[in-house]
């Protein structure tokens, strides 16, 4: 009975399950989408919503996957068409560069003082250079190159070119930051500011040397005289530069000295020398200026020869002639133009020059200088020429401005010094500054002990001894300590320095003294 019982059980749900299979597609099995519970019995309209999103899921990912495929196709197309052009801009980069070889294209390149300036490819090359560049393909150039060595000068503080309405503020160095000075430049500097060395680039010697420096409130105008030339274009193998580059290539320098400095206002410390030449013909004043030359330096000298053999011939007739023997041979030359000179010039205003700290006599309205062997101040009237002794008369403008370049250049050493370890320290405090070095001993050790080099080892072993025996001199400090020691030191120097020297520099100057008539030539 139970097995009968089991065989009509199943029989009845096998039955069921039999009927369910029939409604799914002609009794075949459809996963999930069946019901899971046995005997589930699925209504026609349930059916018909399950093959319709059956339809409709099957439609939306045949839809995506045709989708996918033209993408992929449109991908594929632009991938191919991009490949195409970039095979045909590299085929036009070829023929450029086949092009260059034959004809290189022309890089222009300008230099001032030694400083690159800029570069730029003449205009036909332009576009074909940028696609060669870009698509990385090497080619040589030829190069029309311009260099340019003109006036050097420092200046510190409110300095300027005037040229014509165009004023165009100093840097401080023009080694640093090359200006191109021009013929007719006005140079000048505003209160409490200086431009000094000035000289041509090429430097100072024995037969060709300038020097100037402008104090504040003052102009002066350069000549300049040019010289123009084309000197072969230099290459380190010239083996490897292609016969097209050369022929194409070229170098023009151009050279600009100091033919001529005009002094309009101001004070002015003028060092000229011109071996064979007039110095006085250099240097000019304004209209309104008393006309004044400057002496050969040796004229004075020889007056001074002549005054010691005078005392000595005062002394003994014979002493004074054996002492005239020993010195006539050795006289400087007489005559002959003014090579040099080395001068104070300041220009009053008011018609009146004032000229001191120089070794050279001053003639004007056929007056001349030289009865004071010594520091004078020489003061050129219309008219008149005066020279006083500042041993006997000391004259406190004349002295401040004799001193100023010496104390304007280092009050400005003294800044950049201050500056510097200033930064320093900053470094040191914000954890930027570089982790203490090792001993130069400690390198050495380190490096002979690598090579072993017994007898560097042997000396580094002994330098390293002298630092320890310096430790102990400094109490135990160590040498980094030390070092920041004298750099604090070197700073409090500096500062101190600073304040000490910053009224000299940039305080007013005293008035000069009265012109003595006594005095007068």
């Given at each position: 009975m139970a097995g009968k019982r089991g065989k009509e059980a199943g029989g009845k749900s096998g039955g069921k399950r039999d009927a369910a299979k029939a409604k799914v597609g002609g009794g075949q099995e459809t996963g999930k989408s069946v019901p899971e519970e046995v005997g589930a019995a699925e209504s026609d309209q349930e059916f018909l919503s399950r093959m319709a999103r059956i339809q409709r899921e099957a439609a939306e990912t045949a839809a995506a996957e045709s989708g996918k495929y033209v993408r992929e196709g449109e991908e594929a197309r632009a991938k191919g068409k991009e490949v195409g052009e970039k095979l045909k801009v590299i085929e036009e980069c070829r023929e450029i560069a086949k092009e260059f070889e034959r004809d290189p294209p022309l890089l222009f390149r300008s230099h001032i003082n030694g400083?690159?300036?800029?570069?730029?490819?003449?205009?036909?090359?332009?576009?074909?250079?940028?696609?060669?560049?870009?698509?990385?393909?090497?080619?040589?150039?030829?190069?029309?190159?311009?260099?340019?060595?003109?006036?050097?000068?420092?200046a510190f503080g409110n300095a300027y070119v005037r040229r014509g309405a165009q004023r165009i503020p100093l840097p401080p160095d023009s080694e640093k930051m090359p200006l191109m000075v021009k013929d007719g430049d006005i140079i000048g500097a505003e209160a409490d500011s200086y431009v000094y060395g000035i000289c041509d680039y090429e430097g100072n010697d024995d037969n060709n040397h300038?020097?100037?420096?402008?104090?504040?409130?003052?102009?002066?105008?350069?000549?300049?005289?040019?010289?123009?030339?084309?000197?072969?274009?230099?290459?380190?193998?010239?083996g490897a530069v292609p016969d097209a580059v050369k022929r194409k290539s070229k170098s023009t320098v151009f050279t600009y000295k100091i033919r001529g400095?005009?002094?309009?206002?101001?004070?002015?410390?003028?060092?000229?020398?011109?071996?064979?030449?007039?110095?006085?013909?250099?240097?000019?004043?304004?209209?309104?200026?008393?006309?004044?030359?400057?002496?050969?330096?040796?004229?004075?000298?020889?007056?001074?020869?002549?005054?010691?053999?005078?005392?000595?011939?005062?002394?003994?007739?014979?002493?004074?002639?054996?002492?005239?023997?020993?010195?006539?041979?050795?006289?400087?030359?007489?005559?002959?133009?003014?090579?040099?000179?080395?001068?104070f010039i300041e220009l009053c205003g008011n018609g009146r020059i004032v000229i001191a700290g120089t070794m050279n006599m001053v003639a004007s309205g056929g007056k001349e200088t030289g009865k004071i062997l010594g520091p004078a101040k020489i003061t050129v009237d219309m008219g008149s020429i005066y020279e006083t002794d500042c041993n006997k008369i000391p004259d406190l403008r004349v002295a401040a401005i004799i001193k100023r370049p010496y104390l304007v250049q280092m009050y400005i050493g003294m800044l950049n010094g201050k500056k510097e370890?200033?930064?320093?320290?900053?470094?040191?405090?914000?954890?930027?500054?570089?982790?203490?070095?090792?001993?130069?001993?400690e390198e050495m050790l380190a490096y002979a002990e690598g090579i072993g080099d017994k007898d560097l080892i042997l000396m580094a072993r002994e330098q390293m001894k002298t630092e320890e025996n310096f430790k102990r001199m400094l109490g135990g400090k160590d040498l980094a300590g030390a070092e920041e020691e004298r750099i604090r030191k070197t700073l409090e120097f500096c500062k101190a320095q600073i304040r000490e020297l910053r009224p000299q520099v940039e305080g007013p100057l005293p008035p000069y003294n009265s012109i003595n008539a006594g005095d007068r030539l």
């Open positions: 400083k690159f300036v800029e570069e730029h490819y003449a205009g036909e090359y332009g576009e074909k250079v940028d696609k060669l560049k870009k698509n990385n393909f090497s080619f040589r150039s030829a190069v029309d190159d311009t260099s340019t060595f003109t006036t050097q000068f420092k300038t020097n100037v420096f402008i104090f504040p409130g003052s102009e002066l105008r350069l000549s300049l005289e040019e010289k123009k030339t084309t000197p072969a274009p230099a290459y380190m193998d010239p400095i005009e002094l309009l206002k101001g004070i002015f410390q003028v060092q000229l020398t011109r071996k064979g030449k007039d110095v006085n013909n250099m240097l000019k004043v304004p209209g309104e200026c008393p006309g004044f030359e400057f002496k050969p330096a040796s004229e004075l000298m020889n007056k001074m020869l002549d005054k010691e053999i005078g005392k000595m011939g005062a002394y003994s007739v014979e002493m004074g002639r054996v002492f005239a023997g020993k010195i006539n041979p050795h006289r400087f030359r007489r005559g002959g133009p003014c090579e040099e000179i080395n001068s370890l200033e930064e320093y320290f900053e470094k040191r405090e914000s954890g930027k500054g570089a982790e203490p070095a090792p001993s130069g001993a």
